[in-house]
């Protein structure tokens, strides 16, 4: 009675294969080598079939998703690429290279920002302790893509991560900079400059600070500029007129105390100083 069970598990398997045969035979082999990996529902079926070896079956399936994916031949062959991966991670959700792997292609290859997230979502899914999953998918949302807030949101969830790397938290107050959320970005680099140590991180957070700040005062002096146009048809002859108009409360300085370059004739300010060059 007990070899009945065993016996219904391999007749399923034998039909599962079968039925995969019988639809992977229609493609053709020079096309699409290995194409019966796509006809697989998921990876929760072909465990089944591995006989109580789904890490070494995931290791099969990895190491002819690299070759696949190598063959610039196949002009679809990104059509089943999260598809493929997911197979892995179902078959060993610990085995963490495939989802780095499989990011890396979707992003740097097929150009899919989406998919390439998908996957490293999925591996800090079935690994909330991995830290490099949200960072990676920060990494790539901020580069590939140049969609900072995505990036920020990434750099956060690997910042709430024990063991992530200290540079995180500089990524993400850049990242809020990016898309001109400078309260985050500066409180963030504020605290960064204060808690560390090393001389050389101290001096990139002031730049940081210097540059947070020149753009917020420069933002405010040439809204100034703007109300003293439409009151008087021209620009200011200089800066200081914005407060004896009361457009301004004060003149703000840069961080080191210097007053900013106005120049009357195109009524644009700039900071004193190059922040990277402080």
């Known amino acids: 009675m007990k070899k009945t069970p065993l016996a219904i598990i391999l007749i399923l398997s034998c039909l599962i294969f079968l ?34 070896f789904p890490s070494f079956t995931a290791d099969i399936i990895y190491i002819w998703a690299i070759q696949y994916y190598s ?3 196949i002009e679809d062959r990104f059509d ?35 998919t390439a997230c998908k996957i490293l979502d999925r591996g800090l899914e079935k690994n909330p302790k991995e830290w490099i999953f949200p960072f990676e998918a920060g990494h790539i949302a901020q580069m ?20 992530s790397p200290a540079l995180v938290r500089r990524l993400y107050a850049n990242a ?16 960064i400059y204060q808690e560390t140590e090393d001389e050389r991180i101290k001096k990139i ?10 753009t917020i005062d420069i933002k405010t002096i040439k809204e100034a500029i703007e109300k003293f146009k439409e009151r008087f048809g021209r620009n200011p002859t200089e800066l200081a007129q914005l ?25 644009e300010v700039k900071a004193p100083t190059i922040w990277w060059k402080r």
């Open 176 to 191: 809020a900079f990016k898309i001109m959320d400078y309260k985050t970005s500066l409180e963030n680099w504020l605290e």
């Open 80 to 114: 089943y690429l999260d598809h493929i991966f997911s197979i892995i991670s179902e078959l060993d959700p610990h085995y963490l290279d495939p989802y780095e792997i499989g990011s890396l292609i979707a992003a740097h290859e097929a150009r899919d920002v989406n």
């Open 243 to 267: 407060v004896k108009d009361g457009l301004l409360d004060s003149l703000p300085k840069d961080l080191d105390g210097k007053e900013y370059i106005y120049d009357s004739q195109r009524g």
């Open 144 to 163: 590939v893509e140049k969609d900072f807030a995505l990036a920020q949101k990434y750099y956060k969830k690997t910042m709430e991560i024990e063991g």
């Open 19 to 52: 039925g995969l045969k019988l639809k992977a035979d229609k493609i053709t082999r020079t096309k699409v080598p290995g194409s019966s990996i796509i006809y697989i529902p998921s990876g929760k079926y072909l465990r089944f079939a591995t006989f109580g």
């Open 71 to 73: 063959n610039y031949s």
């Open 205 to 214: 957070a002031s730049n940081q600070i210097y540059q947070i700040k020149t």
